[in-house]
C-alpha cells in the first residue's frame, strides 16, 4: 500500500510501541477538542453560519421560532406571522386561518355584511383585553347598532410595523375580499432600533434575495452545533471577510443608539424609518383602492408622558399628513382619548389601553366608518 507523506503505516507488523502513540496522540486530540468545545460553551461564544446571525425579529424569539416553541413562523413576506392553531393573547384563544384572531368569518362573503380587513400590531391585539371587549369587535357592535351588518377580519400581528402592515395587506387583501382595510398602529415598533441596524424594508430586501435566511435551525448539523466549528468560521471572517468589521461597526454604533433612540433628532436606523413609514403609508391607501377597498387610518394612542412621546408623535404627523394628501380617513386615537375625563384611566400601562380606552377608540371606529359606508353608497 502506498503510504502518503507524514503517515504513519499502521499493520500487523507495526510495533506496539508505535501504536500506542498514535492511540495516545489521537486521545490527546480527542480531549483538547472536548475542553475546546466545553470551554467555548462555558463562555457563550457563538458564531455560526451566516443564516443563523440574521436577526428576524430578536435573537431570542428568532431562536424559539426555529426551534418549534414560539407561537410565529417566519414569513418571506412579512418576516413572521402567527402559527395557525397557535395561543392568540387571551386565555382558550387561538389563531385561525390566515393567523388572524377573534371570531374567524367564512372566506365567502355574505351578502349584504360589510367586511373590515384590520391590519395593526400589539395594541390592536390586546392580549390582556377580552377579545369581545377589543377595538374591533366593539366597532362591529357599534356599526351594528346602527343597522351595519359587518364582519371582522383581524390580521393584526404580534410587533408588527405599518411596513409589514403593507405586506399584510397584499396577502390578504385579495382573498378576504373587504370593503374597508384598517390599518391601526401605535406607532412604537416603527420608530425601535433595527435589528442589525437594517430597517424592516432592508430586511425584507435581504430575506428576498437569500431566502435561506429564514432557514429552520438543524440540530445535527455540526458545523452550526460544534461551538469549536464557530470558533474556525469565526476566525476565518475576522481574518479574511471585511463584512465582520462592518457588522462590528454596525453593533458599536447601535450600542450608542441604543441610548438616543427614544430622541426626535436621533439619527440611527429605526425599524421603519420616516421616509419609508410614509412611502409604506402611501402605498397601503394606494393599493387598497386599487384592489376596490377603502382604506382608514388609526393612530392608537399612548398615555401622556410617555417617555418615547415625542417620536411616536413624529410618526403620527407623518400618518396624519400622508391621510391629508391621499384623501384617506383618519381616526387620530390622541384627540380621542383626549374627550375622556380622566385619560390616564384608559391605560393599563405606557403601551396599552385597558378595556375603557379600547371601547372609546371602537366608538371612534365605528364612527369613522360609517362616513366611509356613506361615501361609497
Given amino acids: 500500500m502506498r503510504i502518503g507523506k507524514g503517515m504513519i503505516p499502521l499493520s500487523p507488523h507495526t510495533p506496539l510501541s508505535t501504536k500506542v502513540r498514535v492511540l495516545r496522540a489521537a486521545a490527546l486530540g480527542a480531549v483538547l477538542l472536548l475542553a475546546a468545545e466545553w470551554t467555548l460553551r462555558g463562555i457563550g461564544f457563538a458564531w455560526p453560519c451566516e443564516e443563523l446571525r440574521f436577526i428576524v425579529l430578536d435573537a431570542t424569539e428568532d431562536a424559539r421560532i426555529r426551534s418549534g416553541t414560539s407561537n410565529l413562523k417566519f414569513d418571506r413576506a412579512c418576516l413572521w406571522l402567527p402559527i395557525e392553531g397557535s395561543p392568540a393573547g387571551w386565555p382558550g384563544e387561538t389563531h385561525g386561518r390566515d393567523g388572524l384572531v377573534g371570531p374567524v368569518p367564512a372566506i365567502e362573503r355574505t351578502p349584504g355584511v360589510w367586511r373590515i380587513l384590520v391590519l395593526g400590531s400589539d395594541s390592536t ?3 390582556g383585553v377580552e377579545p369581545t371587549a377589543r377595538w374591533p369587535e366593539r366597532m362591529r357592535e357599534q356599526l351594528a347598532s346602527h343597522g351595519v351588518a359587518a364582519e371582522i377580519v383581524n390580521a393584526a400581528v404580534p410587533h408588527h410595523s405599518l411596513r409589514q402592515g403593507l405586506e399584510r395587506l397584499r396577502q390578504l387583501g385579495p382573498r378576504w375580499k373587504p370593503d ?4 391601526a398602529y401605535s406607532m412604537a415598533n416603527s420608530c425601535r432600533p433595527a435589528p442589525m441596524e437594517l430597517s424592516d424594508e432592508e430586511r425584507m430586501e435581504a430575506v428576498r434575495a ?3 435566511l429564514l432557514a429552520d435551525w438543524d ?5 452550526d452545533s460544534l461551538r469549536v466549528c464557530h470558533a474556525l468560521r469565526w476566525v476565518a471572517s475576522a481574518g479574511f471577510d471585511e463584512a465582520y468589521w ?3 461597526y454596525a453593533w458599536f454604533v447601535g450600542r450608542r443608539y ?4 427614544r430622541q426626535v433628532e436621533w439619527g440611527g436606523e429605526r425599524r421603519v424609518m420616516p421616509d419609508e413609514y410614509e412611502a409604506a403609508a402611501l402605498a ?8 376596490g377597498v377603502q382604506p382608514m387610518f388609526i393612530v392608537l394612542p399612548s398615555a401622556s408622558g410617555s417617555s418615547d412621546a415625542s417620536i411616536r408623535d413624529r410618526y403620527s404627523e407623518i400618518l396624519a399628513a ?3 394628501t391621499s384623501s384617506t380617513r383618519l381616526l387620530d386615537g390622541r384627540a380621542a382619548i383626549s374627550t375622556a375625563g380622566d385619560p390616564r384611566a384608559l391605560f393599563d400601562d405606557d403601551e396599552d389601553l385597558n378595556a375603557c380606552g379600547h371601547d372609546l377608540i371602537g366608538l371612534h371606529a365605528a364612527s369613522e366608518a360609517l362616513h366611509l359606508l356613506e361615501e361609497r353608497r
Fill in 180 to 183: 374597508v382595510v384598517v390599518a
Fill in 210 to 212: 437569500n431566502p435561506d
Fill in 246 to 248: 462592518e457588522g462590528r
Fill in 284 to 291: 397601503i391607501a394606494r393599493e387598497a383602492r386599487a384592489m
Fill in 125 to 127: 391585539l390586546a392580549p
Fill in 322 to 324: 400622508v391621510a391629508a
Fill in 258 to 261: 441604543l441610548q438616543r433612540w
Fill in 219 to 223: 440540530a445535527l448539523a455540526l458545523k
